[in-house]
């Protein structure tokens, strides 16, 4: 069975400083994995995937996120947070085996001036 | 969003009514999936198609039906709507599987009265 389990439900950061988002995982095969963003009243938005490549994967709008297979573990970071980043995300994974996406809960973000 | 529509984008009905959300895309892609999104459970699988006229089931199906009778339009249904079915609907679509970007809809915000 596989499970994703987002350990922060709300993360608050000011302006400008480093965005930690924390993700675990747990699958009987090798997972692919993501993170989506969704915005306020929007549908979800894929910020990047990993699928066996290169570990630390690069996504859109300066998020980055790395593979720790002996932690299980699929982090997200960012730099710098803009205010633009507040929004909730989701870590997911993958099982062909299952042929199916597991979401996490969630971690919604709040980014203060 | 682009190439993916919801409708309707909300809806209020009453227990016991039967519904129908459709889910439109233009970009001729294979897979399709209904989703709910409830607070604390992110999204969570109702049905998926891999083609026209082939669909499965996911984790939280019972209540629910689908159908694909055209590449372009997923419609999924609620025999007899009940209060636990008030959720977030979100539609996605794939050109390929599971290890895939997922395209999402906007969104069908359902009421059960």
């Known amino acids: 069975a596989q499970s994703v389990t987002q350990l922060d439900s709300h993360v608050s950061v000011s302006e400008g400083t480093p965005v930690l988002l924390r993700c675990n995982y747990s699958s009987s095969y090798s997972p692919s994995l993501f993170w989506y963003v969704q915005h306020p009243n929007k549908g979800l938005q894929l910020l990047l995937k990993?699928?066996?490549?290169?570990?630390l994967v690069k996504g859109i709008n300066g998020f980055e996120a790395e593979f720790k297979k002996s932690e299980t573990s699929f982090h997200l970071t960012k730099p710098s947070a803009h205010m633009s980043d507040a929004a909730e995300y989701f870590c997911?994974?993958?099982?062909?085996?299952?042929?199916?996406?597991?979401f996490g809960a969630g971690t919604q973000v709040v980014v203060t001036p | 969003d682009a190439g993916i529509t919801q409708s309707p984008r909300h809806k209020v009905t009453e227990t016991g009514t039967p519904v129908t959300l459709r889910c439109h895309q233009t970009?001729?892609?294979?897979?399709m999936y209904w989703y709910r999104q409830d607070p604390g459970h992110g999204l969570r699988l109702i049905h998926y198609?891999?083609?026209?006229?082939?669909?499965d089931k996911g984790e939280v199906s019972d209540g629910y039906s689908v159908s694909r009778s055209k590449t372009e339009d997923f419609l999924l249904t609620l025999e007899s709507a009940t209060s636990s079915q008030t959720s977030v609907y979100f539609c996605a679509m794939a050109a390929a599987g599971v290890n895939n970007e997922q395209f999402f809809g906007p969104g069908t915000r359902l009421t059960v009265l």
């Open positions: 970009e001729n892609h294979r897979y």
């Open positions: 198609s891999y083609g026209v006229k082939d669909t």
């Open positions: 990993y699928t066996s490549a290169a570990t």
């Open positions: 997911v994974v993958s099982d062909p085996s299952w042929g199916k996406l597991q």
